[in-house]
């Protein structure tokens, strides 16, 4: 189940590169899981069931959790740094880690004439593939947040729905509430609790995960 969290946080670090910000709230999603065999069942039970994600001055904070505790994963728009904070049953870690915002390969998007109301917002579908992974998006263009690569896809609008299918799991994140509102500033920092760590030294902390 190792691809289910990697989807969750492909999906999730992903959402803040080369777009301009004119939303400031929170909106917050459900995370479903489906069709999956038996097997699979504890594992699942394990993964997050919701997600909430903070936009404020061109910064995102994704927050959601995990079997030990949450993820936090700071993402600024301009220079496409991203941060992501680990707490596993009181175990801090925060990790650094920038995308290539210019040379980030846009994936193949098919616009369909599929539209749904979700919470009130008329959304516009596409679907794309990448590796394994079968994507549908439902999309709205009300909402200005990074939109041209919400949720990594690189789509003109907010996804408010998103279905990722593969051969061994379905895992659906749809919004449940959207708040427009004034935050207090989204700091890009590692707080002084958490153990700063690079990628490579936080898998051998972790038994190569």
């Known amino acids: 189940m190792r691809k ?9 670090s992903s959402i803040t590169l080369n777009a301009q910000n004119t939303f400031e709230g929170i909106i917050e999603y459900e995370i479903v899981y489906s069709n999956y065999d038996a097997q699979y069942e504890s594992a699942i039970a394990m993964q997050p069931t919701y997600t909430i994600i903070e936009y404020k001055d061109g ?3 994704t927050t959601m959790p995990n079997m030990a505790g949450k993820t936090i994963i700071l993402t600024q728009n301009s220079t496409g740094k991203v941060i992501t904070l680990l707490d596993l049953m ?3 870690y925060g990790v650094r880690s920038t995308f290539d915002i210019e040379n980030t390969e846009a994936p193949n998007i098919q616009y369909t004439e599929g539209k749904k109301d979700i ?7 596409a679907i794309l593939e990448e590796d394994d992974i079968s994507y549908e998006v439902y999309y709205t263009e009300e909402i200005k947040t990074f939109s041209d690569a919400n949720f990594g896809f690189q789509i003109p609008g907010t996804p408010l729905e998103v279905k990722a299918i593969n051969e061994l799991y379905t895992v659906i994140h749809k919004v449940t509430s ?5 935050l207090d500033p989204i700091r890009m920092i590692i ?3 958490y153990e700063e760590k690079t ?3 936080l898998r051998k902390e972790l038994g190569g995960m």
């Not at 289910?4 to 999730?12: D, E, K, M, N």
Request: hydrophobic share 40%; proline share 3%; with cysteine.
């Open 90 to 92: 009181g175990m801090k």
């Open 4 to 12: 289910i969290y990697l989807l969750l946080i492909f999906v999730f």
């Open 199 to 201: 990628e490579e030294e």
């Open 178 to 182: 959207i708040e427009e509102m004034n």
């Open 119 to 125: 919470l009130g917002y008329i959304c516009k579908k």
């Open 191 to 193: 707080p002084s609790d």
């Open 59 to 61: 910064i995102s904070r």
